[in-house]
């Protein structure tokens, strides 16, 4: 199974506070997670979500994996490849929907709420929630970025929290209640979440291969306060340029091999030459690339290109593990990757 609530490292009093509260039959009311950002509030929404839309969960609320609901997740990559901040990300399930603040604008948009203008109560999380489930179980919401609700938007959403359709349950993010109107905190349970302890944002940092030792895990994951946001800011203060420079590069189906090379070993190079500086850029590097043809191969015309750019860009992480020729593993992985 690739996630459900029993993989959420980390959070074990809020998983146990879901698990007791469906033991004695009911989730109570819209649900508001609060925590600081980066320490995992979505990968737990999504997780429960996968495990209330299951047929089939246990007591314990992991996901029974064979389910026709299950099933759907089990097409998708993990939780925590997705790249949410695209503005298009589509949930993989169809009684599962995601709104979320597009990364260019201030304020939560009342479109994604109530429909566009043109489609004014046709469209949006409003009406999608109230409609019957596709699954005929339950629908779920997530909504992130709650701390940027407008006046206007929040109030949009009232009515919805107040009393929720049939079978559905919402859950808004946001990083502390200070930040949300009266009227949203008023209408939610809170549910707060603590920052990962250290042991375990370590064991994250190794696992997602953005660090090169246990010895460097352990110390981002001190100086990183539990975030693991924090922690990649503290690799690189530039995770969002770099990735969307990257996707910028790889997104045509041809690019300019020697030109890319060229920009990525600058950018491995720019904190310092020694390999402690220069492994952990490369990994990220690397994951990102992944992270983006992973993505891909789910349209068709290009499906087979990234599938192959994608077996490419894993082999370079693998070759990263035993060697420390870096420009070497950079040239050979763009000119194999742009060749593919
Ligand atoms: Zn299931």
Known sequence: MQYGLENILGHDKVAEHFRRALRRGRLVGPLLFVGPSGIGKRRFAFALAKALLCKDHNDELNACGTCESCKLFSGAPNVTDWNFDTGKFLPPHVDLYYAAKPAERSEFPLDLIVGDKEHRGKSGLIYNISRTAFLGHRKIAVINDADYFSDEAANALLKTLEEPPNDSVLILIGTSTAKQLPTIRSRCQIIRFAPLPGDILAALLLERQMVSSPEQARRLAEQSGGSIERAMELIDGNVEELRS????????????????????????????????????????????????????????????????????????????????????????????????
Do not use: C
Request: without cysteine; glycine residues 2%; charged residues 30%.
């Open 245 to 340: 420079s990257i996707i910028k590069t790889l997104s045509p189906q041809h690019f300019d091999a020697v030109r890319f090379a060229a920009e990525i070993n600058s950018y491995i190079d720019a904190k310092g030459k020694e390999a402690e500086h220069r492994r952990p850029r490369l990994q990220l590097v690397l994951q990102i690339s992944a992270e983006f043809f992973r993505n891909r191969m789910r349209t068709a015309e290009v499906a087979e290109i990234s599938a192959r750019r994608l077996e490419r860009t894993l082999e370079a992480a693998e070759h990263l593990e035993r060697n420390a020729n870096f420009p070497v593993i950079v040239e050979a992985w763009a000119m194999d990757t742009a060749r593919a």
